[in-house]
C-alpha cells in the first residue's frame, strides 16, 4: 500500500498532472433480532468506513490513472476490520486498444439476484452477503474494439484470498474460517498467474457477453480441520479451475429479459449454473412521479442439494420503487425462496440524500424457515437491522 | 364526362383550398425543419450545466453535470452525460443513443458498483435527476419526433417568433402537445409551453441569454421550467460551451464509461 501511495504522490507532483480528490466516509450500525447462534458473536455493533478516491490524466487524456482505497475500522468483531487498495490503476487509450495495468475492480454480467460470471475480483464477504463488495485485483488487462466486438484479454498475477468473518462475527459459518491455512491445488498457490477473455458486443436490442477463465477459483472449498489448539476450523481451498460464462440482456418494450450461464470444470466437479429472469417496469404509477420495476430471476445449479452454492433452485422476486424526486429516494425489496425445501430470506433496502452530502441508507434482512441441512442454516439467527449515514466529498 | 380543359379548372380551383387547409401543418414542419437544417454540422459540442431544483417552499438543490454531444449523420446525436454533483453521484454517467422515433439506447454507469448497465429508455416522462425536465425534453429534437402546426407569428422580446404547435409522434410521451416560441430569424427556441395527458398546461420553460458559437449555432445560456401544478421549478445554467472539439464515436461507447474522466 505504501508503494501505492508512492506512486500516487509522484504522478501528483509530475507535470500537468491534475488530480482530483473524492470519497466518503460512513459510520454504520447495525443490530440483530435474535442472540446469536454461535459462542463469542456479538449482538450489535458500529463500524467506520473510509473510501477516498484520487484520479487525474495527463498527456492529453491519452494517459489515466486512479487509486481508491478502503478502509473499514470495527470496535467489536476484528474480522471486518480490513483496509484494501480497490484501485490503482494506469489507463492508456491508444486508438482502439485500452490498456489498463495495476490493481483493478470490475464487473461482467447481467443479473441483479446473483453473479455467476463475474470471476476477476475476489468477494470481499465481510462487507456484505450479496458478492457485491470486491477485493481489488492485480491485472494487465487490454480491452480492444473492433466493428464485430469489443475483446478483453486479462492476465491476472496474484490472488486474493476471501475474507471471512472472525468468531465475533455474526453471518458466519458455524465454524470459524480459518485463513491462516488457506491451501491451494496449485503449487504456486496465490502467485499462481490466471488468464481471462471476454468478447462483447450490442446487437441492437441485445447485449451478449462470453467470457472464459483459467486459474485459481475465487471460491474455495471450506474443508474441516483444526486450528493452532486444536480447535475445528474450516480451511480455505483454492482449486485450479476453467468456466465459460455467457451473459445476454435484452430490451423489448418496458421488459428487460436477462440470462448468465456458467459451465465450471475444477477436480472436485464439473458443474453447470444459471440465472435467468426478467425485470419490468411500470412508470409513473398512479400519475405520480414514482416508477416501480418488478423484477423475477430463477437460479438452478447442477450439483447436488448441498454441495451447490447458496442458491439452488431458488427463486428471487424483488421489487424496486424509484422516487423520481430531488433526494434520489429510492426503496428495493427482495425476496429469496428455496424451491425444494421453502427456505426463505428478505431484504429491504432503502435509501436517500439529506442535504447536498450526506446519505442515509436502511437496509433489513430476515431469513425464516431454512432448513438445518441448508447452507444458510447457519444464518437463521442473523436478521439484522443496518442504518448507515454516510458524508459523500 | 367533363372535358380536360374543365378539369385542369377544376383541379387549379381545388388545390389552393386543399392547400390551404394542409399549410398550418405544412408550415409548421417547414419551420421544424429549418430550425434542424440551421443547427446542422455543429459537429460535437461539450459544455456545463449547472441544475437548480426549487421547490415550492423556494428551497434549492444542485447538480453539476457536464454534456459531450456527437452529431450523427442520417440518426439522432450521441450524447454523455458526467455527474460531478451531488457528491454521492460523483462519477455517474450516463450514455445516449437517440434515435428519432425508434426508443433511444441508453447505458448508465454506476461508479459504486463499477458497473454498466444498459436501461429501458422507451419511457421518456419521468423526470430528469428529480428536477422538472423530463428525459423526453432533454433529448436531442428530431425532426420527426413531432406533427406540427404553424398557430402565428409574434413578437418575442427583441424577436419576432413563430409560434408552432408540436404533437409527440413518439409512445409514452407524458404530454399532448407542445407550444413553442421559435424566432424567426435563427430559429432559436424562445419559450414553450408543454400540456399534459389531461390537456391542462403542466409546464412553462423560458431559455435567454442565448450566445452565438463559430459564428452560426446558438445556445442557450440560460433554461428555466417551471411546473405549474407541483410550484417546483429547475434551472439550467449552461457554460463553457466548446464546439468541434474533436470528439467521434470512439467517446460515445458503453465500455468507455469505465474509464474515469
Known sequence: MRRAFFFAVLLLTSAGA????????????????????????????????????WNGEWNDADDLWSLELFLRADDGDAGREHADIREALWLRIDGDNEWRVGINTMFWGVAESQHLVDVINQIDQV????????LGQPMIHLKRYQDWGVLDFLVLPGFRERTFQSAAGRLRTPLVVDTEQAAYESSDEERHVDYAFRFSQTYGDLDLGV????????????????????????IPFYQQMAQLGVDAQWIYRDWIWRLEFIRREARSNDYGAYVAGFEYTFYGIVETDIDFGTLVEYSADSRPEGEGGAF???????????????????????FVIDTENRGRSFRVEGSRRFGASWKGTLELQTFSNIDADDLLAALQNDDYLLLEMAYYF | MFKPKTALLLALVAIPAAASAQSA?????????AAKAYDRGFTDFSANMIMTLKNRSGETSTRLIRIRSLEVEGDGDRSLSIFDEPADV?????????HGLEPDDQWLYLPALKRVKRISSRNKSGPFMGSTFAFEDLGSQEV???????????????????VIERYPAYEFSGYTRQVAWIDSEAYRLVKAEFYDRKK??????????????????????????????????????????QFRTGLTESDFRSQTLKRND
Open chain 2, 144 to 162: 420527426e419526433k413531432y406533427t406540427y402546426r404553424y398557430l402565428r407569428e409574434e413578437p418575442c422580446g427583441d424577436w419576432t417568433c413563430h
Open chain 1, 211 to 234: 467470457s472464459w477463465f483459467r486459474g485459481t477459483s475465487r471460491d474455495p472449498l471450506l474443508l474441516p480441520g483444526s486450528d493452532r489448539d486444536g480447535n475445528p476450523v474450516l
Open chain 1, 312 to 334: 439452488d433452485h431458488d427463486i428471487f422476486v424483488g421489487g424496486r420503487f424509484g422516487f423520481n424526486d430531488a433526494q434520489s429516494s429510492e426503496i428495493l425489496a427482495g
Open chain 2, 25 to 33: 401543418e405544412q408550415k409548421g414542419l417547414e419551420i421544424a425543419k
Open chain 2, 200 to 241: 391542462t398546461l403542466l409546464k412553462t420553460l423560458t431559455a435567454g441569454d442565448f450566445r452565438q458559437y463559430l459564428g452560426h449555432y446558438w445556445r442557450p445560456g440560460t433554461m428555466n421550467m417551471v411546473n405549474h401544478q407541483t410550484g417546483k421549478s429547475t434551472l439550467l445554467e449552461w457554460n463553457d460551451y
Open chain 1, 127 to 134: 462487507e456484505g452477503i450479496d458478492g457485491e463488495d470486491k
Open chain 1, 18 to 53: 491534475r488530480a482530483e480528490f473524492s470519497g466518503n466516509v460512513a459510520v454504520e450500525g447495525q443490530a440483530f433480532g435474535e442472540s446469536a447462534q454461535f459462542d463469542q458473536q456479538f449482538d450489535s455493533n458500529v463500524t467506520l468506513s473510509f473510501e477516498p478516491r
Open chain 2, 90 to 98: 460523483k462519477g455517474t454517467k450516463m450514455l445516449t443513443y437517440s
